[in-house]
Nanobody, 121 residues
């Protein structure tokens, strides 16, 4: 049974920091690309950050320079360090694990339950 369990969300003041964790089980974690998506109220889910199995990273323009995604394959865990948080970062943050044999094939896609991040004074 595959599980992705997020933790680390909460309420933080503007300018503050949080670190989200995503603990995976039931998958061969090291071969999966990991992603952090977020969904604000009334908005579509968007990709915030991604890290490939090889460690290549990519960020949405809105979080570039403030967020850092990382992974620890020994712990089967992905992280999202969020600094200089803004009210517009308020959202539910979801962890996603994705593996695809080839570009033309259907990917294996797993999601966590989400963790709320609220940035407010």
């Amino acid at each position: 049974q595959v599980q992705l369990v997020e933790s680390g969300g909460g309420l933080v003041q503007p300018g503050g920091s949080l670190r989200l964790s995503c603990a995976a089980s039931g998958i061969l974690f090291r071969i999966y690309d990991m992603h952090w998506y977020r969904q604000a109220p009334g908005k579509q889910r968007e990709l915030a950050a991604a890290i490939t199995m090889g460690g290549n990273v990519n960020y949405a323009d809105s979080v570039k320079g403030r967020f850092t995604i990382s992974r620890d394959n020994a712990k089967n865990t992905a992280y999202l360090q969020m600094n200089t948080l803004k009210p517009e970062d308020t959202a539910v943050y979801y962890c996603n694990a994705r593996w695809q044999l080839r570009p033309q094939t259907t990917p294996m896609d797993y999601w966590g339950q989400g963790t709320q991040v609220t940035v407010s004074s």
